[in-house]
């Protein structure tokens, strides 16, 4: 049986990577063999009734390894970075307690890095109607108000990203303090091994394509109707997720259903695009397989048993 602690730390591995890459079905078969389970970091999967367009384990998968952080809200609910943190450290912990190896997995940037960094992450309660009066101002002067009050979380943030500048004017306007100054980073509790897969982008390109058809095929847009019907609004941020709005312009007759495909296909390129980018600025601390390689996961599997084995 693998170690489960290395130098006096608990073991947590990670697997990082762009949508559609293969970071699903490795977790699956790594944490089999190792008697893990698996905590994700993938914001999609946390809305209850938004499986299809989510392409969510199914009962099978999480029959054969249990799953965290999946289904653990309303689409309708929002989880901030600090309420996933605390739930996803809690299920790590009671992972670890349970004499299991915790797999951490998933593609949203920022809670693997919350994780792995040790992020301090201010806890403060979503306040609605603030919400509200700083969207009214616009995504320019939202970014310009944030760069006089907190210049790091300004640099930081892309200004299209309206939500995470909201989000930031928020901690900054409620708590009194800059943002920056309570995401303050400590040593995290773990001792980590990242894994990153990555492949050619017309190859994944195409992984992708075949997904979204797959998506379609198995009733993403029954899934959508459904969920209007239950009175869940295109406003909510779960229903911006890739998928969701593009099929909700079509059941608003705004597009074709051919139109539709095309841009969830785009808009799924661009984003992982997007996921490429931000794990290679980790290059140093992410250990790298090209799933096209001749015998990548060989190699990632001696790499993984050499890591466990090997007491520092």
């Not at 409620?174 to 400590?186: A, F, H, I």
């Not at 390109?205 to 979204?212: G, S």
């Not at 019907?229 to 597009?255: F, H, I, K, N």
Request: hydrophobic letters at 40%; aromatic letters at 8%; one cysteine or more.
């Amino acid at each position: 049986m693998a170690s489960l602690r290395r130098s006096g730390y608990p073991i947590l591995l990670v697997i990082v990577g762009p949508t559609g890459v293969g970071k699903t079905a490795l977790s699956l078969e790594l944490a089999a063999q190792f008697n893990g389970e698996i905590i994700s970091a993938d914001s999609r999967l946390f809305y209850r009734g938004m499986d299809i367009g989510t392409d969510k384990p199914g009962p099978e998968a999480r029959a054969l390894v249990p799953h965290h952080m999946i289904d653990i809200c309303r689409p309708d609910e929002t989880v901030s970075l600090g309420q996933y943190k605390r739930i996803a450290m809690s299920a790590i912990r009671s992972t670890i307690g349970r004499g299991h190896l915790p797999f951490l997995v998933g593609g949203t940037g920022q809670y693997v890095k919350a994780i792995v960094e040790g992020w301090r992450i201010p806890e403060i309660a979503p306040r609605a109607r603030l919400r509200e009066a700083l969207a009214t101002l616009g995504g320019v002067e939202l970014h310009r108000w944030l760069a006089q009050l907190d210049p790091m979380s300004a640099g930081s943030i892309d200004a299209r990203n309206v939500r995470r500048v909201i989000r930031a004017l928020e901690v900054t306007l409620v708590s009194g303090r800059p943002m920056s100054q309570m995401q303050r980073k400590t040593p995290p509790e773990f001792d980590i091994i990242m894994l990153g897969l990555h492949c050619d982008r017309d190859l994944l390109y195409e992984r992708i394509d075949a997904r979204v058809d797959r998506m379609l095929a198995n009733g993403l847009v029954d899934e959508v109707k459904r969920l209007r019907e239950q009175g869940y609004g295109c406003d909510l941020p779960a229903m911006s997720g890739l998928g969701y709005r593009q099929v909700w312009a079509y059941l608003d007759g705004e597009t074709n259903l051919e139109e539709c495909v095309e841009r969830i296909k785009f808009e799924t390129h661009r984003f992982a695009r997007q996921q490429h980018n931000w794990f290679r600025q980790d290059d140093e601390r992410i250990r790298w397989y090209d799933v096209l390689d001749l015998g990548w996961q060989s190699r990632l599997m001696q790499d993984v048993e050499q890591f466990l084995s090997n007491e520092r």
